[in-house]
């Protein structure tokens, strides 16, 4: 039986308080947490290991949590991260627009921390069912492919002989008739 790896949670935010308590509480629930304290040194985080979930504030410098996420969205392999937007920020504007970048989720300052950690721990399992709802779909079509494969393989042959009875049936005698049904019977066994 697979065991699953603990899932890996990033925690964007420039404020080292911040950065403190939630790591606490998410390393408290069994996660394993990377850190980085603006939104360059995310996107360079990512690059090298990527995190199952980012936990993203919006006011940094330099780079501020919405272009942080639009380089991200940008990224073929880093897109499909779910990302939650972790901020001070409750400007319904503001909200809707993290909402339209690509965020999962948006959750203010000063948090709730059961609601923080339910949150979390459901949109890790989303992205665990996508992932594996990806996976089957791949070993399904390869199923397929096999099936049609073989069965063309199967059908080939009785077509074929199918094909020469009703051609030569007249010319056949009945032993010869018999021989080809035979055969017909036992392609289509596989």
């Known amino acids: 039986m697979q065991t699953l790896k603990k899932p890996l949670i990033l925690i964007v935010d420039d404020t080292p308080k911040n950065l403190q308590v939630l790591s606490s509480i998410l390393h408290d629930k069994g996660y394993n947490i990377s850190i980085s304290t603006s939104g360059g040194q995310a996107l360079e985080t990512v690059n090298t290991e990527a995190p199952d979930l980012i936990l993203l504030d919006i006011l940094m410098p330099v780079l501020d949590g919405f272009e942080t996420l639009k380089a991200l969205k940008l990224k073929p392999k880093e897109k499909n991260i779910p990302v939650i937007f972790l901020t001070a920020i409750i400007d319904p ?32 399992e989303i992205k665990r069912s ?16 096999i ?44």
């Open 93 to 124: 504007e503001k909200i809707l627009q993290g909402f339209e970048l690509g965020a999962v989720d948006y959750i203010t300052k000063p948090f709730n921390i059961p609601e923080l950690t339910a949150r979390v721990a459901t949109h890790l």
């Open 130 to 145: 996508r992932e594996q709802l990806v996976e089957l779909n791949a070993t399904k079509e390869k199923l397929f492919s």
């Open 147 to 190: 099936i049609s494969h073989d069965l063309k393989n199967s059908l080939g042959g009785v077509l074929s002989l199918s094909k020469i009875l009703l051609e030569k049936i007249e010319e056949y005698k009945k032993k010869k008739t018999k021989d080809l049904v035979s055969h017909i019977y036992d392609s289509s066994k596989g």
